[in-house]
């Protein structure tokens, strides 16, 4: 029952979520024929800035470059991040200021279980937040006269959910630590925007980027997977999930 | 006679350089309804949750139900077996009233569903009205109902009838003195109602400033409890009792007030001794020994 609560608690994050979500993906493959006329009238304005949009256009220029780049690099990369970050939030440290902890650790439950089915639940509704949108993208893509692979998106859906732990994990160790619900959310998407405006901007860096593995870039571009950043994006993932089991056990309440 | 239900030795916990119980030693026998009193801020429900596991201990040893407190898993083992009420009677707001009754009923092996149907009915709960929408008075309802449908053998219960009206307090505690005298559970329960102590305990405790000052039988406290009134014919003498029990004395004009705890007789000699015109031996209310107690310790 512990998941039930957790989903009751976390359910309309999740409906506006996937909404927002699905709106994004319908409206991104409906407006290809629109984007594709328009790029052709691109003017480069010259410089840093212009390297980045020449690159863009390019990757845009095929259907299966315009989606990863709209989707799987940007839409679904970005709201899936702010998603993670919000179902993160929470638990027994929240509700120690919500005033519901008390009556939250008198029920014979472990902490280290409640923190489980919590992180569980959580994870749960995120990979559903990734696959339900995505998969609608080669359905929606008929109504365009185009065709999307379902494997690739299976793939990159993957690789957003396990190479996002991350981010999911930290948003939970944050909720650790406070016990407002801002400031995780405040600390999570200012990672998110410094690692997006690095990558971008720092070429050098780009290849090591978590965003980069949770977008597949090196997939995209080489066929091969980002074997190495998944292990560290998860195992980063399971310190951060260790480090919140640690703190919640130890605190009094 | 049986070990009792909650027995703690020299329980202490700090929080920085507060010191929120200080040596506390509880025993509350089973089937007891043990009154725990304090001024806000003396300790109860700091101890209160080292009792449920909530806060750990930093010194003494604690059992409830035979299980250690300092243990985690003995400590999950007392949550099973106890209901529980909260001070703040915080719940999930964005529940229904149904679905907390739902989410609560699968953790406890014991639960009695005719209680909880019961208790719906006389607490007068709607199922699907949510949490926030209760006014606090129905909080109250709710989080009672939750933890006496646990079917627990031990209740500790903080302000249970906080925010609740003159008839639903006495409904309730009529519901508590019923489980005691059939069902042999037993209560620990503090409250800023002395009436309401005095009204169902059989034991209390008074802790001020995380000591205990006043502990037993609530018999045995009201008899051993007096107030001796001294009257003298000029000013009343500087106090040179030497004799164990006095817990305060009152100086006003010829007027000389003693609280005793105990050695009641040989206060009444010293005090002859004197010489004071009149000596008068009365009795104290529970409310009296409560305020002079914690007073005296300022």
Same mark, same amino acid.
């Given at each position: ?111 280290? $279980? ?8 959580? &994870? +749960?509704? #995120? /990979? !559903? ?5 995505? @998969? ?84 995209? $571009? ?8 998944? &292990? +560290?994006? #998860? /195992? !980063? ?5 260790? @480090? ?10 | ?298």
């Amino acid at each position: 029952m512990l998941w039930y609560r957790h989903w009751l608690e976390t359910r309309w994050r999740f409906f506006i979520g996937l909404a927002l979500l699905v709106a994004f993906s319908a409206m991104m493959v409906l407006t290809e024929p629109l984007v594709g006329s328009a790029l052709e009238n691109f003017q480069d304005p010259g410089g840093r800035i212009g390297e980045f949009l020449r690159e863009q256009v390019e990757t845009a220029k095929t259907y299966d470059g315009y989606v990863w780049q709209q989707w799987f690099s940007k839409n679904l990369l970005m709201g899936w991040i702010l998603l993670a970050t919000l179902i993160g939030v929470g638990g027994i440290v929240t509700e120690s200021s919500r005033g519901t902890a008390l009556f939250t650790l008198s029920l014979p439950v472990t902490r280290r $279980r409640l923190l489980a089915v919590r992180a569980a639940t959580g &994870a +749960i509704e #995120l /990979a !559903l937040l990734a696959l339900v949108p995505s @998969l609608l993208i080669p359905l929606f893509s008929l109504a365009i006269g185009e065709s999307y692979s379902l494997a690739k998106t299976i793939v990159y859906v993957l690789l957003t959910i396990l190479g996002g732990a991350v981010f999911y994990a930290l948003s939970i160790l944050l909720s650790t630590i406070f016990s407002d619900q801002m400031k995780p959310i405040i600390i999570g998407i200012a990672v998110a925007f410094i690692l997006s405006t690095v990558t971008i901007f720092f070429k050098e860096f780009a290849p090591y980027s978590i965003l980069n593995v949770m977008s597949g870039g090196s997939y995209f $571009r080489t066929g091969e997977l980002p074997w190495l950043g998944l &292990a +560290i994006s #998860l /195992a !980063l993932a399971g310190a951060m999930f260790y @480090l919140s089991l640690r703190i919640v056990e130890r605190r009094d309440f | 006679m049986s070990e009792p239900v909650i027995k703690t030795v020299g329980l202490k916990k700090s929080y920085k350089a507060v010191e929120a119980v200080c040596g506390l030693d509880l025993s509350v026998p089973r089937g007891s309804v043990y009154g725990f009193l304090g001024r806000n801020g003396a300790g109860k429900t700091t101890t209160i949750k080292m009792l449920l596991g909530m806060v750990a201990p930093d010194a003494g040893a604690g059992r409830v139900l035979g299980y250690a407190i300092e243990k985690r898993s003995d400590s999950l083992e007392i949550r099973r077996r106890t209901g529980f009420v909260s001070e703040d009677k915080g719940l999930y707001d964005y529940m229904t009233v149904g679905q907390m009754v739902e989410f609560t009923r699968p953790l406890f092996p014991a639960w009695r569903r005719e209680r909880e149907s019961q208790l719906l009915k006389s607490f007068d709960l709607p199922p699907a009205r949510k949490v926030k929408q209760l006014s606090k008075g129905m909080r109250t309802k709710l989080a009672l109902l939750l933890a006496l449908a646990r079917g627990s053998e031990l209740l500790i219960l903080d302000e249970p009838t906080e925010g609740l009206d003159p008839a639903a307090i006495e409904e309730v505690l009529q519901i508590l003195v019923r489980l005691v005298a059939q069902e042999e559970v037993t209560i620990f329960f503090s409250s800023h109602q002395i009436a309401e102590v005095e009204q169902i305990a059989d034991h209390i405790l008074i802790i001020n400033r995380g000591r205990a000052v006043v502990a037993g039988a609530l018999d045995d406290v009201k008899e051993n409890y007096r107030r001796i009134n001294l009257t003298f014919d000029g000013s009343a003498p500087a106090p040179s009792f030497e004799i164990a029990g006095i817990e305060r004395i009152q100086k006003d004009g010829r007027q000389m007030s003693l609280l005793v705890s105990r050695n009641l007789d040989e206060i009444i000699d010293q005090a002859r001794a004197l010489r004071a015109q009149t000596v008068d031996v009365v009795p104290v209310t529970l409310k009296e020994i409560f305020l002079e107690t914690v007073r005296s310790d300022e």
